[in-house]
Structures are given as structure tokens and as C-alpha cells.
């Protein structure tokens, strides 16, 4: 169990909230989050890239030369991968790089990155309130006051992508905005700081508390 100190938007101590998720245990958690990472980067890849073999590569279907008696050496087709031109030798083709893993150990792998970055959370009151039309000035300015700093690489976790908020962030290369009940072990581990609601805490809770 975490208990984290829940900030107003002026950047007061307004009270705490807990977070208490199930994790891996110490000898483990390194190895489960890493494969959960290296799985869902495999994951986004396409797998589309290919290259032609000298099969593939169009002409090159007549000998160049005679086998013998021109002094030099033997040559069956201006496509060979030894030629300009030619094929590829052992080039990529298309393949899935997909990789499986148990529902379970991804979900134990979320929580326990989740928990692991308890140090670098931030949970405020819910501003959306205070952001009644979009400004992105003044959410920089609520980073500030948070003790963050403006060119730090930010999470933002809410329950809801309120519309003001998201509008308001939108044109910030540095912050990231996405919904409680749609974490990913990414966005978490290379975050410098996440900054979250109380609600989104809870809600939190509720998705992947066992």
C-alpha cells in the first residue's frame, strides 16, 4: 500500500488517497514488467518491410555470357545479389512479431509498474472544473504550482477525457493524456512524472484491484 498526498490546483495538501494494488513479488517484478514492455512494443510493430530475392527481380532470365572460353567468370543471370541490381541476399520479409502473454501476468505487470512509480505520482483534485474552456497557459502554470516542471515528460490520468482538459493538453508534445481504465505499461515506465485524480485513483482500484 501507497499513501499518496492529494494537491488542489493551487498546489495545496488537500488530504491523502491509497493506492493498494496486487504486484509481483521483489525477485520478479523486474522480469514480468519487462516482458510486458517488450510485448507490447513487438505488438505495435507492422511487420510490413520486404525485399526482393533474385527470384523476384524482374529480368535476368537469359544467360549473360557463355559459359566458357570469354576469360571471365561464369555468370547465369544479371540478377544474382553479387550484381547491381540484383536480388537481396537474407533481406527482411514480411512477419508478425506478435508476442503472447497471459492476461494474468500482463495485468500483474501493469500493477506493479503502476505501484512501482508511486515516487514520481502526483494526485490532485479533479480540475476540470477550473479548466471551464480550453487553456493551455494554465495548465502549465497548475504544473508549476504542482512542482513539476514544464518541459518534463508528463502522464495524465483522469477517468474521462473531459473535453476542456483534453483541448488544453492536445498541443503539448510532452504530455499524455490518457484514461484510467486504459493504462499501458509504456506510457507508465517512460513517463518522468504522472500526475492523476483522486477519482482516477480510485477507478484505478476498481479496474485492476484483485
Known sequence: MVDCVVRDWQGQEAGTVSLDLKTAKEGTAGHVVHRALVRQLANQRQG??????????????????????????????????????????????????????????RRLALRTALQGRSEDMLVVQDFAENLPRP???????????WGIEPTAKV???????????????????????????????????????????????????EVYGD
Do not use: C
Request: aromatic share 6%; glycine share 8%; no cysteine.
Open 155 to 205: 502522464l495524465l490520468i483522469l477517468t474521462e477525457k473531459h473535453e476542456s482538459v483534453y483541448l488544453s493538453v492536445r498541443n503539448m508534445p510532452n504530455v499524455r493524456l490518457i484514461t484510467a481504465d486504459n493504462l499501458n505499461v509504456f506510457d507508465i515506465m517512460t513517463a518522468h512524472r504522472i500526475v492523476t485524480t483522486q477519482a482516477a485513483i480510485e477507478k484505478m482500484q
Open 48 to 105: 510490413t518491410v520486404s525485399s526482393k530475392t533474385r527470384a523476384e527481380v524482374r529480368g535476368g532470365g537469359r544467360k549473360p555470357w557463355k559459359q566458357k572460353g570469354t576469360g571471365r567468370a561464369r555468370a547465369g543471370s544479371i540478377r544474382s545479389p553479387l550484381w547491381r541490381g540484383g536480388g537481396v541476399t537474407f533481406g527482411p520479409k514480411p512477419r508478425d512479431y506478435s508476442q503472447k502473454m497471459n492476461r494474468k501476468e
Open 135 to 145: 487553456k493551455t497557459k494554465e495548465f502549465v502554470q497548475a504544473l508549476v504550482r
